[in-house]
């Protein structure tokens, strides 16, 4: 049942060093995407989600570089609808093989240890591995036609001619759902809607098949009834091309809904991973429990105006606590353990982990 | 589905009281003007051009004490006297003194052109010395002083510091002056500016439609058109028979009538954001007349974006007066301002026997320089939100 | 874009007309007159007008009729004549004197707008990418260094290192065996050996402020979300560079033409009065000083004409660069 891992992120950190000092925005991050499967990453705001999306691509905004860690990406032996440029042969990756998933997997290749402005991430980007953004408002390059942005992605990748590449493109419009997709071919973003524009954006992601969508909050800026329909086209799609699905999000329904899998993360760390399912109906970490508590239940009764918050405030990010970083506003904090070591992950079961001092064992 | 965003949880569990919350406002408000000048101290160059302007102000106050002479008088026998350079210390027997001195001058006639040049003599020795009793003045039309900071300490002979005009006069004195005039006619057109600026950018941005568009065309219109042609028609129409006093203030106003424009766009970016917020709502809806509310709260509310929108528009004003008065076509002696002085250096014949003359310039370079660090300084610090 | 076009066209016709009543309050400012002055100065060169031409005059300017009236007379004989009025200190029509000069004028600032051009736009470039590299606060030092320097002042400099250390004239457009000879390409190819002095000298302080300008809308750019679409595609960032954030920050870049020509064809009048060429700025302030005002006022207006229709073409630019304005 369990699908091949695709990607692997190992103690990754990301810091940014700025005049006031360094902002360790993702601090020993470890988990694991499995093709052809959702992953939703969850966390208040500023807990290094995007920085750890981005840290995949190597497009981590300066002065942020990854400091430490690995991100092996297990590149799946595929081809579908096009032909690679480049033989896989002449990729000077590490190359050895993976035995659990041989027939499926050809190679891996630590992303973090690529240059950021080399030629082996650039052809990752958007051809392997793409990604779609929060506001497709500004996306996109506001002077420049949908189309020559789409087809720039597919003749950056494939071998196809630029009239080879439109009909591509406008092929990858319709299915992402935008009416009379020839036509709009030619139109500029700011004639589009937002709903349309993130579709703009989904197809231009789609357009090299990759292997990896990563999806970074892709339905905050768009009304209620378009994030349904743009979750249900991510859906479709994933169905249909087989990709898998990094999909960052702040909303609990959203992962309800979508994820196969669920990472936790407070502070630029993960405190707890698993399955959807153990992760709803058996949370573990002091943190996801209070996450989960503050969902407001139908039936539930009516006069509890307030949702269960958390207690506190996030720490600000020179300033970071000792030991377990959610400590300071925890309801189980031990006093003397938890300020003073920062917890390790504890596995739970195959893919359960929680990084929580209270289910050490003894 | 469950629409709960993380994002929204809120940090804290009960709302803060009313009272906390003003305790909290006045803390910002007053920290407000303490949080600019950390922001702008942080800024070495704006600290640099803020001295150096302060200093040039100074300047400008003191003018009749730190000026060897007055700036009108004529000798004839020192026409284009070069510079004399000032020395502290005299070698004597004994080593070096404390006693200041400048060498003298002898003439040179060139035989070919029979014209007569000044050639400094090393021979030759003038005593010089600090706060000296020279030509008598009204300290800023007061009171009779004959104190100078630095001079001859013989009234009969002069000193050219920085050389001396065709007409023997000397230019660090006329230039002196010339500080007070140049810096405050940049003062006063920005007043003058900022009262045009602030009241019709202002209604621009306050009232919006139709009033805003036509104000807007207004100033695209005079944005549009060269300014110097036009100040120089504009100048050219004074007449010439006006009092000194009354053509540097016909000067200030045709230079500020052109000059609003910058400051008026400043000011109604600033209303036309500030229109919609909350507080001026409230006092709108309370019944305060137009006037009172732009006044006592929206001008309050982007101050210090003026302070350095104004302070930036001074160095425009100043170069506008540099070269319309370098053109004759601005301010006219007596009166002394840093382009007067630069209309001797019009020919090259003089720059080239007279390369001096062209010193006026590097005090508007300096005032210009300054004015422009200082201002933007000023401009980042004013504004919170950038980096 | 047709329609755009026209809007633009239309628009012009009332900044046209304004610039014209400027004009005509700039001939109107000094007291009394211009036939007065003329009698006078006349009178005061022995000479005697008849009174037959002074009548004749009287007529042709509508002098004694209120002014509205002036002003159209004037206005009629532009636009129908080609007649902008006499010269007084020439004794000839302005019409005459002006066209020559105009045509330099253009020439020179036209000339300048291409070098401040093309000094700040990769300077501009360079400033924001490298932000904080010695090049970049090289760029700004001298940046704010050509802005406090007024362009009259560097002519002088420029003059005097030229004639001190070169013993050399910078003045001028042409050499003296071309100046009274007719256009021939000789002539052009001496136009620009000469042209290069004056176009740097007036180009400074623009050149200081587009860079400046060029470097903050880079920097505005470079921060925004497409430029990580961008590079998320896999562009290689050379590429990526100038497809998207430099493209994208060319359009202001072009629309300051609207406030960079005035101060071009200003500094252009003021250089050329000093280095004394043979465009509008010294025949202007010469008219100024002896309140020749038909010829002033009609330098003015054509200065001021030329600027607006350069602007105009800059809109254009901007239209055909940013589908945005196109479309609107
Ligand atoms: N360009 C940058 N420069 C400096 N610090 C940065 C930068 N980008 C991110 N950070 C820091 O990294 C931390 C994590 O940011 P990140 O954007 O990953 O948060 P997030 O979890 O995606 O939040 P959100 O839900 O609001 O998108 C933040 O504390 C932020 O201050
Ligand atoms: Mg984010």
């Not at chain 3, 004197?97 to 020179?108: G, K, N, Q, Y």
Request: proline share 6%; glycine share 8%.
């Amino acid at each position: 049942m369990e699908s091949p891992i695709l990607i692997e992120i190992r103690n990754l950190k990301t810091h940014f060093y700025l005049d006031e000092g360094t902002v360790q925005a993702v601090n020993g991050v470890d988990f694991t995407i499995h093709q052809h499967k959702t992953l939703c990453v969850v966390g208040e705001s500023g807990c290094g989600k995007s920085v750890t999306a981005r840290s995949i691509l190597q497009i981590v905004d300066q002065p942020g570089r990854i400091v430490e860690g690995e991100i092996l990406y297990h590149r799946p032996d595929r081809l579908a609808a096009f032909s690679r440029r480049d033989a896989m042969s002449n990729e000077n990756g590490s190359n050895d093989s993976n035995d659990s998933n041989g027939s499926e997997t050809t190679e891996i290749i630590d992303l973090a240890a690529l240059n950021p402005r080399g030629r082996e991430i650039r052809e990752i980007r958007g051809q392997d591995i793409s990604m779609i953004f929060q506001e497709p408002m500004t996306s996109l390059s506001p002077i420049h036609t949908v189309g020559n942005q789409i087809t720039e992605a597919i003749t950056l990748h494939t071998d196809l001619l630029e009239d080879e590449a439109k009909e591509h493109a406008i092929e990858l419009l319709r299915r992402v759902g935008i009416p009379r997709p020839d036509e709009r071919f030619d139109t500029y973003p700011f004639e589009l809607s937002g709903g349309m524009r993130q579709r703009v954006m989904i197809a231009m992601a789609l357009s090299c098949n990759p292997a990896l969508l990563i999806a970074d909050e892709p339905t905050t800026a768009v009304d209620v009834t378009t994030q349904a329909q743009i979750l249900e086209l991510l859906e479709e799609l994933q169905d249909e091309f087989g990709m898998a699905i990094m999909l960052i999000t702040h909303d609990l329904g959203v992962v309800a809904e979508m994820a196969d899998d669920v990472v936790v993360m407070y502070l630029g760390q993960v405190v707890e991973r698993g399955d959807v399912d153990s992760i709803f109906h058996d949370p573990k970490h002091p943190y996801t429990q209070a996450l989960l508590k503050s969902i407001p239940r139908l039936g539930v009764s009516r006069n509890r105006q307030r949702l269960d918050s958390i207690r506190g405030m996030v720490p600000d990010p020179y300033n970071r606590p000792t030991g377990c970083m959610f400590g300071p506003r925890c309801d189980h904090f031990m006093p003397g353990r938890c300020d003073a070591v920062n917890p390790p992950a504890i596995q739970l079961g195959p893919e359960r982990e929680v990084n929580c001092l209270l289910y050490e064992e003894e | 589905m469950a629409v709960t965003d993380v994002k929204t949880l809120s940090p804290e569990a009960v709302a803060p009281g009313a009272a906390e919350a003003e305790i909290e406002s006045s803390v910002s408000v007053a920290s407000q003007w303490q949080l600019m000048w950390w922001k702008f101290r942080k800024h070495r160059m704006a600290m640099a051009g803020g001295i150096v302007t302060l200093i040039i102000y100074a300047i400008a106050l003191f003018v009749e004490f730190l000026a060897p002479s007055s700036p009108g008088v004529i000798r004839a026998d020192y026409t284009w006297a070069p510079p004399q350079r000032l020395h502290f210390f005299r070698q004597t027997d004994e080593g070096m003194r404390w006693d200041p001195y400048v060498n003298g001058y002898k003439v040179e006639i060139d035989p070919e052109a029979l014209k007569r040049t000044f050639v400094i003599d090393e021979e030759q020795v003038v005593d010089a010395g600090f706060f000296v009793k020279g030509e008598p003045y009204e300290m800023w039309g007061l009171w009779e002083m004959d104190l100078h900071f630095v001079g001859s300490t013989d009234p009969e002979v002069p000193i050219y510091f920085l050389g001396a005009d065709r007409m023997g006069r000397d230019l660090l004195s006329s230039m002196i002056y010339g500080t007070r005039v140049s810096m405050s006619i940049g003062l006063l057109g920005v007043f003058m500016s900022f009262f045009l600026g602030i009241m019709l950018g202002g209604v621009s941005g306050f009232y919006g439609g139709t009033v805003d568009n036509l104000i807007q065309r207004i100033i695209e219109f005079i944005r549009s058109i060269p300014t110097i042609p036009l100040w120089m028609g504009l100048a050219a129409a004074l007449p010439t028979d006006w009092p000194p006093l009354r053509i540097y203030f016909g000067i200030t106003i045709i230079l500020s009538f052109i000059g609003w424009t910058g400051l008026a766009r400043v000011v109604r970016g600033r209303f036309l954001s500030l229109r919609t917020e909350d507080f001026v709502m409230a006092a709108r809806l309370d019944g305060a007349n137009e006037v009172t509310t732009i006044w006592r709260h929206m001008v309050p509310s982007f101050f210090s974006h003026i302070i350095a929108s104004l302070t930036l528009s001074i160095p425009g004003m100043i170069l506008a007066e540099t070269s319309l008065s370098f053109l004759g076509l601005g301010l006219r002696r007596p009166v002394v301002s840093w382009g007067v002085l630069l209309q001797e250096a019009q020919n090259i014949r003089s720059v080239a026997t007279a390369p001096w003359l062209l010193i006026p310039g590097l005090a508007v370079l300096v005032a210009v320089l300054a004015l422009n660090f200082f201002g933007d300084g000023l401009r980042d610090a004013a504004d919170p939100y950038n980096r | 874009m047709l329609q755009f076009l026209l809007r633009r066209l239309l628009y012009m016709i009332p900044t046209m007309i304004a610039i014209s009543i400027v004009a005509f309050v700039i001939i109107q400012l000094p007291p009394g007159d211009f036939l007065t002055t003329m009698v006078a100065s006349m009178a005061a060169q022995g000479e005697d007008m008849d009174q037959s031409a002074m009548r004749a005059l009287e007529e042709q300017y509508g002098l004694g009729q209120p002014v509205h009236i002036q002003y159209l007379k004037w206005m009629q004989g532009i636009l129908f004549r080609g007649d902008f009025g006499d010269s007084f200190g020439w004794n000839k029509p302005v019409s005459d004197l002006v066209w020559s000069r105009l045509a330099l004028t253009f020439v020179l600032s036209l000339a300048s707008l291409l070098f401040v051009w093309a000094v700040a736009f990769p300077i501009g470039i360079y400033s924001a990418v490298k932000q904080y590299s010695i090049g970049d606060y090289f760029a700004t030092f001298i940046g704010f260094l050509g802005l406090a320097t007024p362009n009259f002042l560097l002519a002088l400099i420029l003059m005097y290192i030229a004639f001190k250390f070169f013993n050399q004239s910078v003045g001028g457009l042409f050499s003296p065996e071309y100046t009274e000879a007719p256009w021939s390409w000789g002539k052009v190819a001496d136009l620009f050996a000469h042209l290069w002095v004056p176009v740097v000298i007036i180009g400074t302080a623009g050149t200081a402020s587009l860079i400046r300008i060029m470097r903050a809308n880079l920097l505005d750019e470079l921060r925004k979300p497409y430029v990580v679409t961008a590079r998320a595609k896999g562009l290689p960032e050379w590429r990526l560079l100038f497809k998207y954030p430099v493209r994208i920050a060319l359009n202001p870049f072009v629309s300051t033409v609207g406030w960079v020509l005035p101060t071009l064809v200003s500094g252009a009048a003021i250089v050329s009065i000093v280095l004394s060429l043979p465009t509008t700025g010294p025949l202007l302030i010469r008219a100024l000083l002896q309140q020749d005002m038909y010829l002033a006022a009609s330098f003015i207006m054509l200065l001021s004409i030329l600027t607006v229709i350069g602007t105009l073409v800059s809109d254009l630019l901007l239209a055909w660069l940013d589908p945005r304005i196109r479309m609107e």
